[in-house]
């Protein structure tokens, strides 16, 4: 707790929301969309690596809370809080996952592009988000060191590793029945194991747009059709059932639909409906260069 209390003291009550916006880079919410446009328009084979690290780092997450479940800071000392930020906080105490998120996300792409200042700018976010969460009093030091351990494991993993020389499809099957394994059976959080089951089933085979007008099409066509997969399993069941919203297999199905839509399912529907460029057929070889190759 003292380490809560010095930095709070440090920098006093008026940086709290500069620090609740540092915490917001840690979040699904920012996030996911970020990495949605990045596989979109830069680079969809990268983006799906990285976004079955961020699943399987989530779910991590959520299994070691549930195993530990440690004490968060303002359940031992309700004065190092406010409402605010105890809204930031899910679930138990360690390890802290808006700390493992943001290592995971931020140094994946240090990994992937290992220059200077890429490392400087993902560590300083990654520092920032930490930092944050214990200005807040959410979490302790060591509750934010094993999210920063763990998020650099994934990072890794996503952009440091070589990874499999080869990848076969029946791993898609054995990886979505584990994923119902721990959602079902083991009670692991279904909405993680859904997501890491849509992740890993995504393959998005496409080349992402080349020109502006594509690149505006891309994007707001892949917004409505992930938004529509959100609302129509997630608002019309309500509306057909009332109270199915809690139900874990529905919670499966939407992460399962959203993040398949979203990264595979998406760009497959929007290169087949715009007609690709030809590529420049190579001009006729004399008849005297024939024999030079």
């Not at 020389?165 to 054995?174: D, F, G, K, T």
Request: glycine content about 12%; some cysteine.
């Amino acid at each position: 707790m003292g380490t809560i209390h010095f930095l709070q003291h440090l920098f006093g009550p008026h940086l709290h929301p500069l620090f609740l916006l540092f915490t917001g880079l840690g979040t699904s919410a920012v996030l996911w969309p970020l990495l949605l446009l990045y596989s979109w328009l830069v680079d969809p084979v990268f983006a799906r690596r990285l976004a079955i690290a961020l699943a399987a780092s989530l779910l991590t997450n959520r299994i070691l809370k549930e195993l530990f479940n440690t004490e968060r800071p303002f359940q031992i000392d309700q004065l190092v809080s406010t409402p605010a930020a105890e809204r930031t906080a899910t679930g138990n105490g360690f390890p802290s996952g808006h700390s493992q998120n943001a290592a995971t996300f931020y140094l994946a792409f240090a990994f992937r592009h290992p220059r200077r200042w890429l490392w400087i700018a993902a560590g300083l976010i990654v520092l920032l988000v930490g930092l944050s969460r214990l200005y807040l009093g959410v979490h302790l030091p060591e509750d934010v060191g094993g999210g920063f351990i763990l998020g650099t494991i994934f990072a890794w993993a996503a952009g440091g590793w070589s990874g499999l020389r080869v990848w076969r499809p029946s791993w898609n099957v054995l990886i979505g029945a584990l994923t119902l394994v721990l959602a079902f059976a083991v009670g692991a959080e279904p909405g993680a194991c859904g997501l890491l089951a849509g992740c890993v089933a995504a393959n998005p085979g496409f080349t992402p747009p080349g020109t502006v007008k594509g690149r505006i099409g891309m994007v707001l066509g892949g917004a409505a059709a992930v938004g529509l997969t959100g609302l129509l399993l997630y608002w019309l069941p309500e509306r057909l059932s009332p109270g199915i919203q809690n139900s874990p297999a529905l919670a499966y199905l939407l992460y399962l639909a959203a993040s398949l839509m979203g990264f595979g399912l998406w760009p497959r529907v929007w290169q087949t409906l715009t007609p690709q460029p030809l590529s420049p057929s190579p001009p006729p070889a004399l008849a005297g260069e024939r024999g030079a190759l």
